[in-house]
C-alpha cells in the first residue's frame, strides 16, 4: 500500500509565497512522474506542474514563471514553491504520485492521489 501526504497549505495575502511539500511512503519500487494539481470551488480539477523522475518539469500557463515544482528521488517527495501568489490561485491542491509498488509486476505504474491541502489567497 502507497500512501501520498501534503503539506504546507494555509492563508496567504496577494503577492506572498507558500511552499507545499508531498511524501509518499510505504511499499514503493520507485516513482515515475510526480505532480500537483488544483482545484477551485465550482470548477474541474487542473494541472499546476508535473516533474518526471530525470526531474524535467512542464507547468499551467497560469503558473509559469511564479510556480517552480522540484523533488528528492531518495526521500519520494515533491515540493511546490508558489511565489507572487494570486487570489486565482485559492484551492485545495492535490499531490499525486505515479508508483512502480513492490510486490507488483515492475511493468506496473499505480496512481496515487493525497487528500489535498488547502491555499487560500486574500486580495
Known amino acids: 500500500q502507497v500512501q501520498v501526504m501534503e503539506s504546507g497549505g494555509g492563508l496567504v495575502q496577494a503577492g506572498g509565497s507558500l511552499r507545499l511539500s508531498c511524501t509518499a511512503s510505504?511499499?514503493?519500487?520507485?516513482?515515475?512522474?510526480m505532480a500537483w494539481y488544483r482545484q477551485a470551488p465550482g470548477k474541474q480539477r487542473e494541472l499546476v506542474a508535473r516533474i518526471t523522475r530525470g526531474r524535467s518539469a512542464n507547468y499551467a500557463d497560469s503558473v509559469k514563471g511564479r510556480f517552480t515544482i522540484s523533488r528528492d528521488n531518495a526521500k519520494n517527495t515533491v515540493y511546490l514553491q508558489m511565489n507572487s501568489l494570486k487570489p486565482e490561485d485559492t484551492g485545495v491542491y492535490y499531490c499525486?504520485?505515479?508508483?512502480?509498488?513492490?510486490?507488483?509486476?515492475?511493468?506496473?505504474?499505480?496512481?496515487?492521489w493525497g487528500q489535498g491541502t488547502q491555499v487560500t489567497v486574500s486580495s
Open positions: 510505504g511499499s514503493i519500487f520507485s516513482i515515475n512522474d
Open positions: 499525486y504520485a505515479a508508483a512502480i509498488v513492490n510486490g507488483r509486476p515492475l511493468g506496473n505504474e499505480y496512481q496515487y
